[in-house]
């Protein structure tokens, strides 16, 4: 439900640490541009401290009134945050993005994975210029339920408990499923895949009975089950045939990295965290503090993670220029690497940040013909 008008949408930005800032400064470029582009509603950003080296300067990781300001928003645009050197007491990350989750129920991480041409070519297979999934993982509870739970017996035990509930496991399984509804409506196969453990764990396989059932009331869908190691298989060996996977937490958490290495690296690989109230729109990468401040960063992921945004804004108001702006973020991107106008570093190429954003900020007029 909309909580502004619809002249204007509140966006809450969060830029947090190392190249999260880089390529956050990067996006709201772009965005600013594609305003000018298609019209309809003003886009006010309000950026907010939060992360690691805020917590460093200030001892809080995400102030109280930031998460406030992230409810109230009508999109949250998260950069990256967290910074190897800067930890709790405890020695555990300032995982601020985890306690966002929680806090807004962000339960379905959206990673849309899809070749296209002037990304480097992983797999030596002709078909893998096809691979075009989306893996859906649930971020509520899990294995990441044990975060701050983990029971220690002694010096000589460690217990991390694993959380998977009806209402959990049934609200992800229903997202995949509308999501594969959508995407057959454009072309693809519809088909659901679990990715699960139930051949070992009693909690996967709760989680395998609850998907059954929520696919029992998909009769036009194609219901369908992999075992995590034998879908990791896949993905390596035959990816082009995957639609949409629906997972625990921390098995997608894993599989997310697996699947961007299929495009090229993490710099083209965007995500949604969405709830039934709120979304909050990252690139899947870190902070990435090898190549943070020296301008190297690829920040495609964190553009196309602005057009999830657009698109999910554009869904939820019912504002058909939010999905065109959407679709020319995609098209200038695919123009500046098909074109190989510039050819980021992450992929052995010579452009920074600032040369990719050029790039993509030049190409935006050029795709308008192409997109409306
Ligand atoms: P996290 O635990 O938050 O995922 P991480 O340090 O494990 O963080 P990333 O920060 O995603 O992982 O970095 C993984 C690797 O990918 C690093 O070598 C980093 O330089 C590279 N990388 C990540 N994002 C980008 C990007 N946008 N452009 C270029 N390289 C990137």
Not at 160 to 183: C, N, P, S, W
């Amino acid at each position: 439900m909309s909580k502004s008008t619809h002249s204007e949408l509140d966006i809450a930005v969060l830029p947090g640490d190392g190249i999260g800032r880089e390529v956050m400064a990067a996006n709201l470029e772009v965005l600013n541009a594609i305003q000018h582009l298609v019209g309809g509603p003003r886009l006010h950003f309000t950026k907010y401290n939060a992360g690691a080296q805020y917590y460093a300067e200030s001892g809080d990781a995400l102030p109280g009134p930031v998460l406030g300001a992230c409810r109230k928003a009508d999109a949250i645009l998260f950069g990256a945050m967290g910074w190897p050197d800067i930890r709790y007491p405890d020695g555990t990350e300032i995982i601020p993005q985890l306690d966002l989750r929680m806090a807004l129920e962000l339960y379905a991480g959206v990673r849309p994975i899809r070749w296209f041409s002037g990304l480097p070519k992983i797999l030596a297979d002709k078909r893998a210029e096809k691979i075009d999934f989306v893996l859906v993982r649930e971020q509520t509870e899990g294995l990441f339920y044990a975060r701050g739970r983990g029971r220690l017996v002694g010096d000589d035990e460690v217990y991390d408990e694993m959380q998977v509930t009806r209402k959990g496991t049934a609200r992800i399984t229903e997202f995949a499923f509308r999501l594969a509804a959508t995407r057959k409506a454009r072309g693809h196969e519809g088909r659901v895949t679990c990715v699960d453990k139930a051949n070992v764990f009693s909690s996967m396989a709760f989680f395998r009975k609850v998907f059954d059932e929520v696919a029992a009331r998909h009769p036009d869908l194609a219901p369908d089950h992999a075992y995590v190691d034998a879908l990791a298989l896949t993905m390596v060996k035959k990816p082009w045939t995957l639609d949409v996977l629906v997972t625990e937490n921390m098995f997608g958490d894993i599989l997310s990295d697996l699947a961007a290495g299929l495009i090229g690296g993490m710099g083209m690989a965007p995500s949604a965290d969405v709830g039934d109230q709120h979304g909050l729109f990252q690139p899947a990468h870190g902070t990435a503090p090898d190549i943070a401040g020296q301008g190297k960063a690829n920040p495609c992921a964190m553009f196309l993670s602005g057009a999830m945004m657009l698109d999910w804004l554009a869904d939820r108001h019912q504002i058909p220029q939010l999905e065109t702006g959407a679709r020319l973020i995609e098209r200038a991107i695919e123009h500046v690497l098909s074109q190989r106008i510039a050819v980021p570093m992450e992929y052995g190429g010579k452009a920074g940040s600032a040369e990719m954003t050029r790039a993509v900020l030049d190409a935006l007029p050029l795709v308008v013909a192409e997109v409306a």
